[in-house]
Every structure is written in C-alpha cells, then in structure tokens.
C-alpha cells in the first residue's frame, strides 16, 4: 500500500465523492454487486433501501477501506455509471455493532484531490475582529482570493461551506468541532485577483453559550481543506437589560434639548457593521451514513 503522505503517492490519487481513491482503482473491471457484498449481507437483502436509476449491477470494486470509532469496518463501494457516462456510483459498507449496512448510493464525477484544486487560493478573515452579545448569533466572514495569474473554476465537489472553530484563552476548543457538510452553493469562479466573501459559524451551538470575554476563531473551507493562516479574535460583550443601559454622559441633557425623543447610544452598546452575506442553513450530510 502507497503511504499517501509522499509526492508520488499523492499523484496518483483522485478524488471520488468525499474520499481520495488510487486512479489505479478505477481502471479495474470489478466486480458484479451481488459478488462484492456476498458473505456481508442476507441473500434476500443484497440492495440499498433506495437504489438510484443509474445503479449499476457490474463494475464494482473497493476505493476506500477505513475503521471508525463508529464501525469497525467501512468499506466505500464504487462502480461507473449506467446512464450518466463519466459518473460513479458509490455506497458505503459498514460493519458495526448490528453487522454490515449499508447506506445510501450517490453519484459522483472524479475530480483533481483538494491541494489540486485550492492551488493559488488564499483563505483570509473579512476582518482582524468580530463582535457579538452573550446569546446572539454573531456574523463572521472570511475571504476567498485567488492569488493566481490564471482562471480559477470550481468543480461540482467546491462548495461555500466554512467550517469554524472557537478557542479559549488556553487555545483548547470550544465543542466538538462537528459540521455539516450539506446542499451549500457552489462556489463561484475566480479570475486573477478576484475575491469572494463567504459566511462562516452557521452551524455553531457552542456560540449559543459563549460568556462575556475574548476568544480566538479559526476557519476551514471544507471543500478544499484550505484553512486560515492565523486566527481572529471574538469580542462577546454581556447582554444588557434595559434598566441596566449606562447613558453616555449628556446624551439625555441633549436629547431633551432637541426634543426628538430620539434614544441615544449607551456606553456599553457596539454598533456592527456585518457583510452583506447571503448563506442557507445545512440540513445535514448530503450522504446519509457517509462519513468521510
């Protein structure tokens, strides 16, 4: 087996659905379906709950072969397509506590690996800091550039999903980093010197209890695993009840003076001036079961 860490390896490799596969993989004849779960699964209950229009029933071979805290086996099972010509079935085999199972096909395009394809892209913060009150949702950007002299085009696998972390004052993490890696957009074509804002902390709970201080962020766009070059700071101030606002000093002299009624800012109130960002919410892995 290649040691995917080396340059000579990681030529040879090519990306398939979440995984990196061997090209080596798909030039094999494989095998028939029923041949290549035979043993694993009951006779009578051979198929995938749902299977796809263009499931194939020859071809098939193992790409990926791993062991999770969650399975102690988990095989990634993959054969061309029969209608769509250049695409690739897969579905996930995996032993766990109740024996094999498996989840449900998708259809994929083999693609150039990810440090392929963030080639001349550069990840930054829209800015150094970010606000926010204890309970709110703060709104944090980062910034795709392309550094290159050359087009950049994304694939269909190069979604907008960013993934972000919170530290503490230890820089030990904040939750359990989990994510979900769902029906985002695609991410738009770059040309030279061009830059895209993208959302980041959509799907964060660990914000929700956040208590007054500083923090550090980090920030992944998982599609690519192109990360941050360094972290930005999170300000969260504590959130004041309305007999707790401290007025700026004059500010009720003068409102009255003026006679606007008009609310004047307190001391302790930031004023924010987020991106315009538009960004939908992520109903979950695009694969149920699949885990990557």
């Not at 208590?211 to 920030?219: I, K, P, T």
């Not at 969260?236 to 309305?242: D, G, H, I, W, Y």
Request: hydrophobic share 40%; charged share 20%.
């Amino acid at each position: 087996m290649l040691t995917m860490g080396n340059d000579e390896s990681r030529a040879q490799l090519i990306q398939l659905g979440s995984w990196d596969v061997m090209r080596s993989a798909l030039e094999e004849a494989g095998t028939s379906w029923e041949e290549i779960v035979w043993g694993r699964l009951p006779k009578d209950d051979m198929m995938p709950r749902r299977t796809r229009d263009d499931f194939p029933l020859k071809g098939w071979r193992v790409v990926h072969a791993s062991s999770e805290p969650w399975a102690t086996e988990v095989l990634i099972l993959a054969a061309p397509s029969d209608v769509s010509l250049g695409r690739w079935v897969l579905v996930q085999l995996a032993l766990g506590s109740d024996g094999w199972s498996l989840a449900m096909p998708a259809s994929y395009l083999p693609v150039p690996v990810r440090e392929m394809r963030r080639q001349g892209l550069r990840l930054e913060w829209a800015k150094p800091e970010f606000f926010m009150a204890e309970g709110s949702k703060p709104d944090i950007a980062v910034v795709l550039v392309n550094e290159s002299a050359h087009d950049w085009n994304p694939t269909e696998e190069d979604r907008c999903h960013v993934q972000g972390m919170v530290l503490d004052d230890q820089s030990e993490g904040i939750g359990n980093g989990w994510y979900a890696y769902g029906l985002t957009d695609q991410l738009p074509a770059l040309g030279p010197g061009h830059r895209t804002i993208l959302p980041a902390f959509l799907n964060n709970p660990e914000l929700d209890d956040l208590q007054s201080g500083h923090y550090q962020l980090l920030a992944n766009l998982r599609a690519l695993d192109l990360r941050v070059a360094g972290p930005a700071t999170l300000t969260v101030t504590s959130r004041l009840l309305p007999s707790e606002s401290v007025p700026v000093e004059g500010s009720s002299a003068s409102a009255s003076a003026s006679g606007s009624g008009t609310a004047q800012p307190t001391a302790r109130e930031t004023t924010l001036e987020p991106p315009t960002l538009t960004s939908e919410r992520f109903p979950g892995h695009h694969l149920k079961g699949l885990r990557p």
